[in-house]
């Protein structure tokens, strides 16, 4: 028996799970799909996408009932739309809270808080 094919299989969910935030406060529920499209617009409008020298760009969209989402990226380089998306809806579909993770040179945070923006 091979460890190593085993161990790369692994690491991948346990990577993954160590970015998801603990199941207190608010969640995504039924606001799940509105903060998908928040990422596409966020995304699509350059407000967190684009270019990168080290900076965070943050935007915050008011999902309802007294809940927000939150997305920051953090990176260097360039940034494209659809890969700024596939990041942060990666937190949103796989953390029922949201999450925060690195995918490539950016760092990826999308957050369902309380609160307006």
Same mark, same amino acid.
């Given at each position: 028996m091979h460890i190593y094919p085993l161990l790369a299989l692994l690491a991948p969910a346990a990577v993954r799970a160590a970015g998801c935030y603990s199941e207190t406060g608010p969640g995504w529920g039924s606001f799940r799909q509105l903060a998908n499209n928040d =990422?596409?617009?966020?995304? #699509?409008?350059?407000?967190?996408?684009?270019?990168?020298?080290?900076? &965070?760009? !943050? =935007?915050?969209?008011?999902? #309802?009932?007294?809940?927000?989402?939150?997305?920051?990226?953090?990176? &260097?380089? !360039?940034?494209?739309?659809?890969d700024c998306a596939f990041g942060l809806k990666e937190e949103i579909n796989g953390c029922g809270w949201g999450g925060e993770n690195f995918h490539g040179d950016f760092y990826y945070r999308s957050d369902a808080n309380a609160g307006g923006c």
């Amino acid at each position: 028996m091979h460890i190593y094919p085993l161990l790369a299989l692994l690491a991948p969910a346990a990577v993954r799970a160590a970015g998801c935030y603990s199941e207190t406060g608010p969640g995504w529920g039924s606001f799940r799909q509105l903060a998908n499209n928040d =990422a596409d617009a966020v995304c #699509g409008s350059s407000e967190v996408s684009g270019n990168f020298n080290g900076n &965070t760009k !943050y =935007a915050c969209r008011y999902l #309802g009932n007294n809940i927000k989402a939150e997305f920051w990226v953090t990176g &260097t380089g !360039y940034l494209s739309a659809q890969d700024c998306a596939f990041g942060l809806k990666e937190e949103i579909n796989g953390c029922g809270w949201g999450g925060e993770n690195f995918h490539g040179d950016f760092y990826y945070r999308s957050d369902a808080n309380a609160g307006g923006c």
